[in-house]
């Protein structure tokens, strides 16, 4: 899925073309913000996850907002409101692009379109409730016990003393 940041000053768009976007003023960033001297050197950046984009803030001055709600870590969807200090972007993504594109009252598309749509259930069909079987637990797996403090005798537990063993280890 490929998605963009549109400013919403106007100019080009900037493709995320990468799964990690770090966005900042300093000219190593992938996208380098140097039209705000508000923006940090480091300010924030955006990771795709699948079909997901996160945005996160590296611990900047002036902050990342989405939707003029100020935020450390947010999950972007297509529309959203992107501010990286003062400067502002659209988040869009070719998925949302085909979605507001659509007329309201067409369908949207099936995913596959090989698999024949279920019969709708109408007052004609009766609806079946299949039991489900439940989960099976593997053989060699070993369970996890509990125990209270009169099963456990005081010759089972052992502490071990670290200590001697740590190199730079100071004790108090």
């Given amino acids: 899925m490929v998605a963009s940041l549109i400013p919403m000053e106007g100019g080009s768009p900037i493709n995320l073309d990468k799964p990690i976007m770090v966005i900042g003023r300093n000219q190593d960033c992938d996208i380098s913000l140097q039209v705000s001297s508000k923006i940090s050197r480091r300010h924030c950046c955006i990771v795709q996850c699948g079909d997901r984009h996160l945005i996160r803030d590296l611990g900047s001055m002036n902050g990342v907002r989405v939707n003029d709600q100020r935020v450390i870590e947010s999950e972007l969807t297509p529309g959203d ?10 988040f869009q993504t070719d998925a949302g692009r085909k979605l507001r594109n659509r007329p309201a009252f067409e369908k949207p598309p099936v995913e596959n ?3 024949p749509a279920p ?3 109408g007052d004609d069909m009766p609806v079946v409730i299949a039991p489900v079987d439940p989960p099976v637990e593997p053989e060699d797996e070993q369970l996890s016990h509990t125990y209270s403090d009169d099963q456990i005798l005081a010759s089972d537990v052992r502490l071990k003393d670290d200590s001697e063993s740590e190199a730079g280890f100071v004790r108090v």
Wanted: a negative charge; zero cysteines.
């Fill in 113 to 115: 379109s090989a698999d």
């Fill in 119 to 121: 019969p709708a259930v």
């Fill in 81 to 90: 409101e992107v501010s990286v200090a003062d400067v502002r972007f659209t």
